[in-house]
């Protein structure tokens, strides 16, 4: 048998060396036995007993129900699975001369430490199936940029539509929590501080480690940002900042075992040791993996789904044909790996798996995965490649749901997920981007009484990044946003009602359509915008503005070498601003000489010249409220 050890490095590589399909005997009653290479002293080892049966379906299961109500009379999954693995036969009676007996509830079955010539008597039982579990060592660690202490945006927030969860919807994954297996995490980062729900680390033979929080690298930092990171830098990072980590080290450095892996994927369901609290998971992102297929992370996939946690796993960074376990599992959410440009990265795995005469098409989905900004110890920031940066943004965009919506079940959840990705590559589900860009602020639509509008602006036929407003049956201001500045997309959320959707860019003469909006649905509206005079499209938001609340009044639709200037209700000029390449003008409320304005109007002027206009201006009234 070949190994079944795991490994995770920062640009996401996740890869054994060798490839190899575990199968299970059919048997009733087998046993099922996994054991490491590496023997403990006096020439003993740790191996996995499990009753065969055990794992499985959800419906073996005692609390079938799903999505974190009770459990048939349990209080939670854990105290369920507990219940059941009690009518295991004893450590004892399978091996009496073992020790160091660790209970493997969640898979009713146990990890022990037996002599060599045990596992050799296990072994050549036909009941059952020893497989050897071997460490392995990783590529070097690639990454896009040094680490830096300068904040960095990250890009692919926008890309699926995590500001328009937050400000939309309201929702940023409050007590939501995420299981995150990696390399550690550094709990002191001041984007992460305070988001360590609960700690744990694994040595290789799964057994516990005294520690307290740490990164034995930078990948669990890294992905741990991407998760749930704030914006102390002043430049947001994470999907879900609202929600907590329960933060497992299964991986020293850039490698781990299969053993380190098990520990981590049951202590996510029961971090604190009572089965009677309800303290487990409800989303597990796990950016590792292992070349081939195991019917142990079948196995344990499926026990965590029928648990109510979904699991999102990284496909790997193999290239397209190639999946790696557990991503490659049965009910695995994969995750592939996007560009900027919404192209697959070409390093995203993809293919095809077949369980039980069943074939997956995997990924189920793709995220954003390259150059994506994140923590690393430190309190530094770094630029990452990979489908392990990938799948955070899947794992964090599920907590964003679940706040929204606690009752979804798993399989609820998933569907969400899936059915409102944009489809890219080829119609339908494929195997470069499953079922296409994950767009949570649709999937947050698709489950609540909200609605989202979306769309592509074009200017002369290339993507532009306009300035959109929706505006009520009274001409109120309802909603806004900006498109992209390189595929020209935007969204928004709406509730129903009929709107004036407009939008302007530059020296367009800008565009408006009439639109009504369905409860829970997404709409789509795309504009096309040619030229006409500078000004007439300049949009100021919000006006009123608190600098509390608001940080700054946004002056948008402005064409280049345009400047602003502010003036109080006497005529004197306090405020000069030069627009910025990207049309936009962004005034925080002071004078130039650093003073805070007190409340009350300003005259505002938009002056730019033209060649053949000369002087243009546009004045207006901008309120600051303190």
């Known amino acids: 048998m070949g190994p079944a050890a795991v490994a995770g490095y920062p640009d996401g590589v996740m890869k054994a060396t060798t490839t190899h399909r575990t199968n299970l005997p059919a048997a009733l009653g087998a046993l099922i036995l996994l054991a490491t290479a590496a023997a403990a002293e006096g020439g003993r080892r740790t191996v996995i007993v499990m009753m065969k049966g055990s794992p499985a379906s959800e419906d073996r299961l005692p609390s079938a129900t799903l999505g974190g109500v009770k459990y048939r009379g349990y209080r939670t999954p854990a105290a369920a699975l507990h219940m059941r693995a009690a009518a295991r036969p004893t450590a004892r009676t399978l091996a009496p001369g073992a020790t160091n007996v660790r209970d493997l509830w969640i898979v009713g079955g146990y990890a022990l430490d037996v002599t060599t010539e045990d596992v050799k008597t296990l072994s050549a039982n036909p009941n059952f199936t020893v497989v050897e579990n071997f460490e392995v060592r990783t590529p070097d660690v690639k990454v896009q940029s040094s680490g830096s202490g300068q904040p960095m945006e990250n890009w692919g927030l926008d890309k699926i539509g995590a500001k328009v969860a937050w400000n939309t919807f309201g929702v940023t994954g409050r007590n939501v929590r995420i299981g995150h297996l990696d390399t550690g995490v550094d709990a002191g980062h001041p984007d992460l501080a305070g988001k360590i729900a609960a700690w744990a680390e694994f040595d290789g033979n799964g057994n516990t480690v005294n520690s307290s929080p740490h990164d034995s690298g930078i990948h669990g930092t890294h992905t741990a940002g991407i998760l749930v990171g704030g914006s102390a830098s002043g430049a947001p990072i ?24 098990l520990a981590g994927m049951q202590w996510v369901l029961d971090p604190d040791g009572d ?265 100021v938001y919000p006006n009123p503005f608190r600098p509390s609340r608001d940080a700054a009044v946004t002056f948008d639709g402005l064409p280049p070498d345009t400047s602003v200037h502010i003036f109080t209700l006497s005529g004197r000029k306090v405020a000069e601003i030069a627009s910025s390449s990207n049309g936009r003008v962004v005034w925080n409320g002071r004078a130039d000489s650093g003073e805070d304005l007190a409340s009350g109007p300003y005259f505002y002027m938009a002056s730019r010249y033209d060649e053949t206009k000369g002087w243009e201006h546009k004045k207006g009234v901008v309120a600051v409220l303190r």
């Open 238 to 261: 994470g999907v879900a900042p609202g929600a907590k980590l329960l933060e497992g080290l299964v991986l020293n450095g850039t490698s781990g075992t299969l053993m380190q892996v």
């Open 275 to 539: 089965p009677n609290t309800d303290d487990g998971a409800q989303v597990l992102s796990m950016s590792l993996g292992a070349e081939g297929q195991y019917q142990i992370f079948e196995d344990i996939t499926n026990q965590l789904v029928a648990a109510g946690v979904l699991p999102v796993f990284a496909v790997g960074n193999s290239g397209e044909g190639d999946v790696n376990a557990p991503a490659n599992c049965s009910r695995a959410m994969a995750v592939g790996a996007t560009m900027y440009s919404d192209s697959v990265a070409s390093f995203s795995g993809g293919g095809r798996v077949a369980w039980n005469a069943t074939v997956y098409t995997k990924p189920d989905i793709a995220a954003p995965g390259y150059g994506i900004p994140s923590s690393i110890p430190g309190g530094l920031y770094q630029t990452m490649s990979g489908t392990s940066m990938a799948t955070p943004f899947v794992a964090g965009a599920a907590a964003l749901l679940l706040e929204a919506n606690p009752t979804l079940s798993v399989e609820q959840l998933r569907n969400a997920l899936t059915s409102t990705a944009r489809d890219l590559g080829d119609p339908g589900v494929d195997d470069r981007y499953g079922s296409g860009l994950l767009n949570v602020a649709a999937a947050l639509a698709a489950t609540t009484d909200r609605s989202v509008v979306q769309g592509i602006t074009q200017g002369d036929g290339t993507p532009v990044p306009a300035a959109i407003q929706a505006r009520d049956a009274s001409g109120r201001i309802v909603g806004s946003a900006r498109s992209d500045e390189t595929t020209g997309q935007f969204q928004l959320s709406l509730p129903q009602g009929d709107y004036l959707l407009q939008a302007s860019f530059g020296q367009s003469r800008g565009a408006q359509q009439s639109i009504t909006v369905v409860k829970a649905t997404v709409l789509t509206v795309n504009f096309s915008l040619g030229t006409s005079s500078a000004l007439e499209n300049l949009i």
